[in-house]
């Protein structure tokens, strides 16, 4: 009896992105591929049952403390070199427990969002201790060499520019498709503002700036002078995400409702209908995490992009600054100017609406989910000389 097709997605919770974009392909499967089989496993939990939260924890706290530190380890790691090998080759799971998924789950295909499970599916493999074809999603616009393994069959990638990166790895050109990164169906469809706006309880016709620092609340207090500030010569509204940061939502409750401002300030915790919020919104400030980015662009929804964390935030801002969609900025100062300066200017939002819509990319997470099968029924396992041709350089 022939085995029911079945995708195994393998994410990790550094960060909201990797979740994203698994999601996005379940749905996605769900919806155009009701036959397949699939499940995600957090990566992390799984080989990590004891210890995820902690790192989980640790991990954000070092990104936001010394994100000088964590930049210069991600450049030092972005190329094929002697320290990223080594870097690489620090096992971070366990054998046992990631063959105990594979036996348990039985699956025909596996995509891998997060680079250490990535990693890990490539060392089974070398190792001759699985076959199952191995699909990595790369979830930012840039390359690094911790996505780069051997063992993968096929690398789905956000943009040809990451594409003609990946190409210097020497892996073969047929094993990296252009897909755009994987997004929920929500944010692909056509939405009526204003009708938005009436259900949200916001004003129809006010400049309306959506304001999110990812899943984590890490923008907010930055805005207290913005708002605070004469120099808005007609009220704005705006729309704070502030993700699963409890505290931050709170303060902003407290310190921006009634009358200390003039303008409508509504805040919000973690939600499930960001792709709304961006439908409304005539512009938002947030952290260019490359599942943010691209839903924004999805959207047509300009972008104002605030201190970007060296790495691969810094690699999406440039991206993004370079397509004329967002505008950067790298600290409150310029975060106030700028943002006084588009909302008193709307031919500069013009303009930057304009470029996001010249530059979208088709974002229909249909072209991840073809390639992600293709590469089970159309691509023969990688041989170890072919392995060994791009592993070693």
């Avoid at 229909?364 to 089970?376: G, Q």
């Amino acid at each position: 009896m022939k085995q029911r097709d079945k995708l195994l997605i393998l994410t990790g919770s550094l960060g909201d992105g990797h979740n994203k974009a698994a999601q996005a392909i379940l749905e996605a499967t769900r919806f155009y591929k009701p036959g397949v089989e699939v499940k995600v496993v957090d990566f992390l939990e799984w080989t990590h049952p004891y210890l995820h939260s902690v790192g989980k924890y640790c991990y954000m706290q070092w990104v936001k403390s010394l994100p000088s530190v964590y930049g210069y380890l991600y450049r030092k790691t972005r190329e094929d070199n002697t320290f990223s090998h080594m870097f690489k080759k620090m096992k971070s799971f366990s054998t046992d427990r990631m063959l105990e998924l594979l036996h348990e789950e039985k699956p025909t295909e596996v995509v891998c969002t997060f680079p250490g499970a990535a990693a890990a599916m490539s060392y089974l493999k070398c190792n001759g201790l699985t076959t199952v074809p191995t699909v990595t999603v790369m979830t930012d616009y840039t390359d690094h060499s911790y996505w780069i393994h051997p063992g993968t069959d096929r690398y789905l990638v956000g943009a040809e520019h990451v594409k003609q990166a990946l190409l210097r790895y020497r892996i073969p050109e047929q094993r990296i498709v252009v897909t755009g990164i994987p997004i929920r169906m929500p944010f692909t469809r056509e939405y009526d503002r204003m009708a938005l706006r009436d259900k949200h309880g916001l004003h129809r016709d006010m400049p309306t700036v959506l304001v999110m620092g990812g899943g984590h609340g890490l923008i907010g207090k930055q805005f207290k002078s913005v708002l605070q500030s004469d120099d808005l010569a007609e009220p704005v509204q705006f729309v704070f995400v502030c993700g699963r940061n409890e505290k931050l939502k709170l303060q902003l409750e407290e310190e921006l409702s009634g009358e200390k401002t003039r303008h409508h300030v509504k805040v919000t915790g973690f939600v499930d209908h960001v792709h709304e919020l961006m439908a409304l919104s005539d512009l938002i400030v947030t952290k260019p995490g490359g599942l943010t980015i691209s839903e924004a662009l999805a959207l047509e929804l300009p972008m104002m992009l605030y201190k970007p964390i060296p790495g691969q935030e810094q690699a999406n801002a440039k991206y993004l600054v370079g397509l004329g969609a967002a505008i950067e900025v790298k600290n409150a100062a310029e975060l106030k100017n700028q943002l006084l300066a588009i909302i008193a200017n709307q031919s500069l939002l013009s303009k930057l609406k304009h470029n996001v819509k010249l530059h979208q990319q088709n974002q229909d997470v249909l072209h991840t989910l073809n390639a992600i099968f293709e590469t089970r029924h159309h691509f023969v396992p990688l041989t170890e000389g072919m392995q060994l041709a791009y592993a070693n350089g």
